[in-house]
């Protein structure tokens, strides 16, 4: 009899500990969806109940990071839900064919068309929703880095002249080249490495563990987003304040040339390379104004940064993956070298 109690409480003890692993995992399922809204709402109310120095680089970083994150949220749950519901394996069979040449299963393409969409912080949360090598991350990522965010960053290109029934197929197509061209030369081994993204799989779970597994891991790379912004903006931050910016703008003069660039929007480049398209179209824009009539020619600026901006944060979040860098910042900055020149070689003709 006492064997019998014993093994009873064993048993109930271990249940009770099953019960609790899944509950947990359940009540972070339901709850995370929602979790950002209420971290954004208490943000803006904190605007008009405390008084917060707008200008200060921990409330612009902390907007941008929450700004961010409610659009990578619902994108990765929408994918999570897809993967589950086995929707990924059919769209992994109609593309398959096509991304073959670029060394990516059929899968990938959600990952390549939620760039094409959604700032890069969606498709590197789809990412760690699917079991991808190293060899598919790195082709990924510069495809990634060349045509992403497209409806936003589009529209800031128009500011400076170029529209987007150009910068969109310009992008794209080489984005599509740029993956072929890297899937020829990449080693083979690469593909025997895993990215260091978490991968998590369904197979063996029910819906709401999913969710529950799902939302631990976006917990994780929500905090990783908001230390990343943070950390860029108070470089950029000191970095104008001790006039590294501006003498670096003198010292691109040559290298401007070399580009194919006038020196003159030496510093419109810099503002791509460090903080974007997207966040610095307030930059840009206020340049222009400013410059009004006397403005220079932006053409070969355009097609410059088309294919080639942001080059610190957006190359050093795939880093964090395992990505090596020159993967990333040699290719683009080679076709938009090309680009530029041959854009200039059409304009003389």
Known sequence: MFVEIKNNITFASCFHSIRFKVSKKIVVAICCPFLFYIVAFFVKLAKYTVKINKESIFFKALNTSVWIIKIIVPASFIVTLLQYYGVVDIIAGVFTPLFKYLGLDGQASIVYFSSVLLPLYAPISIIGTLALDLRQTTILALMCLISHNLI???????????????????????????????????????????????????????????LGNWAIATLKLCFKIWI?????????????????????????????????????VSYIWLVAQTVGLAYGAGIMKQILEEEGDNAPDYRGLNCHVAVNHSLIEDTAIFMMMGVSWYYLIIPRFIFALVIVWIAKLFDKN
């Open 228 to 264: 990343i912004i943070t950390a860029l903006m108070l470089l950029q931050y000191y970095l104008k304040k001790w006039g590294v910016i501006d003498k670096l703008q003198k010292m691109l003069g040559g290298f401007m040339k070399f580009c194919g660039l006038s020196p003159e």
């Open 152 to 210: 936003v960053e589009c529209s800031v290109q128009k500011l400076i002249g170029m529209p987007a029934y150009i910068s969109a197929p310009l992008r794209i197509c080489t984005a599509i080249v740029g993956g072929f061209l890297l899937n020829c030369i990449l080693p083979d081994n690469l593909s025997e490495i895993k990215t260091s993204v978490a991968v998590v799989t369904s197979e063996e779970l029910s819906l709401l563990p999913t």
